[in-house]
């Protein structure tokens, strides 16, 4: 086992990503390719090579921490371990990054071409080794611009390239969405414009007005509140858009664009796998969660578990997918039947009455088994072990262009969304004290530990730390990841009350919460 | 307006069904086919020809409530009030039933040919003329089969053909689903059996085995927990399904049942029109609440409200409708787009950036507008006035299967869906007081009063009451739909703080819940 993982690390000290060794399904645009960035751990940790090599220890899984807790904003805590052998490398990534979003010049480029020069637009630490005094007043308004601070953590599979190149350029993605809406959101005295460059207007347009009274309205408008004498209010005006809104829309486009661009670069990099994506964005006092995977984020206030993430798994996602499959047959390749059942059907029992649901159903019913109910389902497995089209456990992320089913010609990824769903926490309505934080954690942590025990963790370590000590948040989220991980023993990687620790990467972030009230 | 109440009243007490007169949207099967049902009120009302024609008065909007307490289970309350003038006829329809599901006999009738002898299963009230004790203990289960309680509320729109029609046969397509599974479901010993008629197979078969072998796993299944050496547990072998999932599938099937019935006589009845549809069953001491539609129903339990469903309109399904348009743009005829915009696009604006959203966005951005973009949009309008193809205003329920666009070909009803989403509450693991009630109510009621309005509103009643009459619970719903209604004054319908009250239809059940826990 360590063979293969010194053999792997060579490779890739050499430029040359060694992918995923035991995963069939591997369909990198072209292994012969170049990579576009080499494999890396997060740069905020500042490794050095031979740091890395001896981090990938299947054996020994050391857990690394940030060096210096300045490395990052606010004080936030990492750590991270590298799965037990499923995959030579690990697959997960992060970045954490404090960015300016710089107005467009007059006479700027042109978003295309803005891509070249957007490095520019980060703050000192872009490269990832620059410092932060914990309470440092980051301006979020200056006249150069908007800052917004960023902490990413990438989950990849079937190969570590989608996750390192997410990792490189998302928040790049995000900074550009931003900066088309950058003069809107600063202005908080009017809400954003409907159309850019014009007054608002609220009056229907005579052709408006035509189709509006064209088409009768079924139920509830036409006369509703009041008397019969009452006209119908019919015109309905304009829709008000708050300024969240524009931002939760930057997110959802840059993640379009970021895998856009993984599509596009596979015709000249080795971008391989896919990978799952958990964002926080701190920006004008709001945190923006965007989730696309099976990661998790929580936030811990006084004790309270406040979820502000959904996971996206087959499970959670059967509807969505099925509906598709039902939409679209041809997608299903003539092999999987959108139905689902409890297990396989077996040729003997056509004919027979076996349980099933459809797209529309959350509850179960029998129908009589036929000849193309003995496809594979689209959705089979419960909890960890479902899987699309027998494949892939996660329903949302990055990459996965060229993931086909093992052995055909059928494509996964039409059944996978790249958008992220967002959720908001407003920082400026609480109070924060020094033991409210987020937590960001890849699956490895949250399949084996509860919302409950990481919190029970998490605040029971800090209680007992020196609340003026920064690196309490470093030291709470090592003592997470090794309480997920487990130690070592006879019958494998062991936790609490002799359960299974987690096998896969983990990597985890604890964000003090304090900090976001103090720089507004 | 007295007047064409009176006129629409005449017709149908004669056996012709008037028709919404206001609506220019129906598409009836055919007004020269004969109704399959007269308009009527709900049964348990027992009201007289005299009595609905009054009821029907747009100017006094008389509330009708229930005259005999026992008429109802559990000493239900219920009150109805007709609209302020926006259709001639009350199209809210209510039933409530205990109704037996009989074992079918041995060498019984196929369920097809069932459908004429099912009105047998039920209990001496399905006339609606019965009476109960209010503490009267229905067996659940005897030899005979398997007794549930059945609350509905029917919202119709574009007349009150489909309402009427459903209010008259969906129990009765309930009884049929749960007839082919009431073995199952009253063998509490053993699991649903995956194939009817077998023993659980608890092994796959090779074939299953090969395919699953086959197909590699991406993400989490493969050594994910335990040590490099731990074989992964590859063999998903059958999911567990509950009993309580196969009611779930019964109710979401005999909605569908019923659907397709309406779609299917609409060749032989006059059936104008579609309807929401909110359904309370309590079987085997769990309330199931299936909703489709924006009615609402809501427990209020020691004074907390706990909602008990979910409204569908073209707001809260917004995303599943444009991902249809999206994936089927025939289904948009050429003349809608499946974007969404703040207002209508005018030409002028073409090339400029507007906000929009696309199905895979909840936040908003701007894009360049283009030609096709001056398409109506599929979704418009804002809270009660957002319609789907500027037509319809609730997204699920039976019927339509006509509906149009106006003055087009362009149908709805790909658009909606006749599938409920089903929420379960164990009545058993509460204990219930006197206060302790479920509320169901038609948008009319949830339009101008919130939950916390309502659930004040019932509370303090209810504690003015005798807790010993039985009738305090109809005189509640009274109450309520009082408060909902308002009273008449120069500006119209006026509730508390000078607020407009609801000229729509409104009815309302009230159903204290301690009778279900006394029954088992």
């Known amino acids: 086992m360590l063979t293969r993982v010194k053999s792997a690390v060579a490779s890739f000290m050499g430029g040359i990503m060694a992918g995923s060794s035991n995963n069939n399904n591997e369909r990198s645009g072209g292994p012969d390719l170049p990579l576009k960035y080499p494999y890396m751990r997060p740069k905020f ?3 050095s090579a031979d740091e890395i090599e001896c981090s990938a220890d299947h054996i020994a899984r050391p857990i690394l921490i940030l060096k210096e807790t300045r490395r990052l904003p606010w004080a936030t805590g990492y750590a991270e371990v590298i799965n037990a052998g499923k995959s ?4 997960d990534q992060a970045c954490c990054e404090v960015v300016l979003v710089k107005k467009r010049p007059i006479g700027s480029l042109t978003p295309r071409k803005l891509a070249t020069s957007r490095r520019r637009s980060s703050l000192p630490n872009s490269d990832g080794m620059g410092t932060f005094e914990s309470n440092d007043c980051v301006c979020p308004q200056d006249s150069e611009g908007l800052v917004f601070h960023y902490w990413a ?5 079937a190969g570590s390239g989608a996750a390192v190149v997410a990792s490189r350029l998302l928040h790049q993605h995000i900074v550009e969405q931003l900066q088309g809406v950058l003069e809107i959101l600063t202005n908080l005295a009017s809400l954003p414009p ?11 347009s005579p052709g408006t007005q035509r189709a509006l009274t064209r088409a009768a309205s079924l139920r509830g408008a036409t006369g509703a509140p009041g008397s019969p004498c009452t006209p119908p209010t019919r015109f309905f005006v304009e829709k ?12 959802e486009n840059a993640f379009k664009e970021m895998d856009a661009q993984i599509e596009k670069e596979k015709a000249i990099y080795n971008i391989s796998g896919g990978c799952t994506v958990l964002v926080v964005v701190f920006l004008l006092g709001k945190l923006y969660v965007a989730n696309a995977g099976d990661s998790r984020a929580i936030i811990i206030r006084n004790g309270e578990i406040i979820p502000v993430s959904t996971e996206f798994t087959p499970e959670s996602e059967r509807q969505r997918l099925q509906f598709l499959g039902f939409m679209q047959p041809h997608l299903l390749g003539g092999e999987f039947t959108h139905l689902e059942f409890p297990r396989r059907v077996q040729r003997k029992e056509v004919g027979k ?5 459809d797209f529309t159903m959350t509850g179960w019913a029998y ?4 000849d193309e109910d003995l496809r594979f389902p689209l959705i089979y497995g419960e909890g960890k072990k479902a899987r699309v089209m027998a494949t892939i456990g996660v329903t949302r992320g990055l990459g996965d262009h060229d993931l086909k089913v093992h052995d055909s010609n059928i494509c996964i990824k039409p059944f996978l969304s790249c958008f992220p769903e967002v959720k908001v926490y407003n920082l400026t309505q609480y109070e924060h004290g020094a033991d409210d934080v987020l937590v960001m954690g890849t699956d490895g942590l949250w399949d084996v530990l509860s919302n409950e025990e990481v919190a029970e963790t998490v605040t029971s370590f800090l209680v007992n730390c020196d609340p003026d000590d ?3 948040y470093t030291m709470a989220a090592q003592d997470l990841v090794m309480r997920a991980r487990g130690v070592l023993r006879d019958q494998g990687w062991r936790i609490s009350n002799d359960r299974l620790g987690s096998g896969d990467d983990i990597s985890v972030y604890i964000i003090p919460l304090m900090y976001g009230n103090r720089q507004l």
């Open 153 to 157: 953590l990438f989950d990849g599979h």
């Open 367 to 370: 129908k009589t088994i036929e």
């Open 194 to 204: 409907t159309v850019l460059g014009e007054e608002p207007n609220h009056h229907p």
């Open 240 to 251: 008000k858009i708050q300024h969240e809104s524009l931002v939760i829309g930057a997110l």
């Open 353 to 357: 009455k076996m349980l099933y649901r």
């Open 45 to 47: 940790l500042g490794l």
């Open 88 to 91: 030579a490398l690990n697959e």
């Open 470 to 472: 920064l690196h309490r």
